[in-house]
């Protein structure tokens, strides 16, 4: 199929059928960053409230810079993966720093922003500057493999990148990827998902008694309730003292937690 009917068919629905988020009006790159961390395996439903609480909390970088990351976390509560909000803490801080608190607007200027990827720098320039960057996520497979690739079993990003590179509105990218997202979500309600032929597709482990839920507990325990031994957190945890201790370790080599004198802290 053609670039133009592509851009046709997905315009076409985007009118009729077209999503809307608060972080699709309020467009300015940092309230962008933001939204784009908390929408990394997180559905929209669920980031949407945070998003609305951190706008009114820390509407500009600078304000999120000086906040304790005490305080950050007990805001991130509930989204999950916690490293998240280290990397949109330490984004805050060199932001403030070193950019004089502008967001940087190119994607290899914002991929060298901790947590910040191929896809996130993408992103947050394209709908944060209307800059025409080619990145790929979930929905945007889904839409280019049903489209170009239905006879074919197994899809590679690198088969789907040069047909993004040619079907880019380029006059409004921002515009286009808010369509081609909202048409591949589409997708996957009304047919079998085509991102499943993605040669990434990879479905996303059970939460639930998960490692990453113990992680969490323990987070949330010392960002509410302070510095705690592992004894402490054992108690308000329900957590057994093996489960504790892997947990702690892993908080610890991710930079999330501390520990002195038997005590373990926020960092």
Known sequence: MEASEFRDAVYAYYE????????????????????EFM????QTERALPYWERWME????????????????????????????????????????????GKVPGTPAELRRLPGIGGYCSGAIACFGYNYPAVF??????AAVIHFFFQDRVTVDDRDIRPILEDTLD??????WYYALMDYGAALKKITANPGRKSAHYAKQSRF?????????????????GGPASAKTLARSTG???????????????????AEKGGVYRIR
Not at 16 to 35: C, I, Q, Y
Not at 39 to 42: E, I, M, P, R
Not at 70 to 89: D, F, K, P
Request: hydrophobic share 40%; glycine share 6%; charged share 30%.
């Open 16 to 35: 009729k059928e077209g999503r809307d988020f608060p972080w699709r009006k309020n467009t300015r790159p940092w309230a962008v960053l933001v939204s």
């Open 136 to 141: 790929i996520e979930t929905n945007i497979r």
């Open 208 to 224: 639930q008694g998960s490692f990453r839920q113990k992680r969490g507990r323990l987070v949330k325990a010392l960002a509410f």
């Open 39 to 42: 929408l990394q395996q997180t």
């Open 57 to 100: 909390l820390w509407p500009e970088p600078e304000g999120l810079a000086a906040a304790p990351f005490e305080a950050v976390l007990r805001e991130w509560s509930g989204l999950g993966y916690n490293r998240r909000a280290r990397y949109i803490h330490a984004c805050a801080k060199i932001i403030a720093e070193e950019h004089r």
């Open 239 to 257: 957590m057994g003292e093996g489960e504790i201790c892997e947990a702690l370790a892993s908080l610890e080599k991710d930079l999330l937690v």
């Open 170 to 175: 380029r006059e409004n990218p921002r515009k």
